[in-house]
């Protein structure tokens, strides 16, 4: 065989190791006595890459119980961008609802305490994959949990908080807390809201999201970043394939969101 064709077969050799290493896997991880919650994890990174969890909107639950590790499980907007996050550099964590709430879901839990802690137990799970700083991003009604997660988090355990199509308003039954029941006042990392201007959800209107960026008292920025465009449009409004899940330019929100996490990075506390 002559060097040029070893070569070529060594390279070859490498991209199909790398392509198995960098395999996307699934992990069971303990949050309460008897309760697991079961997360989507790109782990190949480095030990000192930004950690990003992201969290789905809906109901919470992400269907990984019936994920066979292809493909996505979901149609959520976070599910569908977290490998090209992970391809910028992160290690990414897309949790599912807990064991305990599989049929029932998040409900009117994402504001609370338990739920709070159970992503912080994911968050810790993460850092055995890396030490370096953690991001959280929500969508839709996940930004509920992202806001709560952060706002209840000891300082310096959270790097940055991504809210995308963020809730605003309550629901037509008054129930299911918009974003502005946290206690945002709490939260004091750098803030990216992501929201699309022909977001026709009720529960996200656009003009909502100025007077939202006002209540991050505490946050040393908070950047607004609105989007146009997109195609494909189809179903309800408020899901994941319309104008509300940015279908069409997840590119253009995933590279803002990139983006912005590298530039907070750096001037994360360790």
Known sequence: MTRKLVAVSFFLSLLSSLSAGAAEKLDTIPVRDGVTIKAAVNADAGKDAPIVILLVGGNGIARLDRWDGTGDPNGNFMTRI???????????ALPDAPSDRQERGLGNSRTGR???EDIGAV???MRRYSNGPVFVAGTSRGTISAANVTARMA????AG?????TVTKANKRGSLDPVGEVALEKIKVPVLLAHHKEDECYLCPPG???DLARKFTASPSVKVSFFEGGSGWRGDPCHAFHAHGFLGIEGKVTAEMVTWMKAVAPKAKP
């Open 208 to 210: 909502s999201i100025p």
């Open 161 to 165: 908080l991504v809210l995308t199509a």
């Open 114 to 116: 338990v739920h709070a």
């Open 123 to 125: 968050i810790r799970h």
């Open 155 to 158: 300082a310096g355990e959270i």
């Open 82 to 92: 977290r490998k090209d996050i992970a391809a910028q550099g992160f290690i990414t």
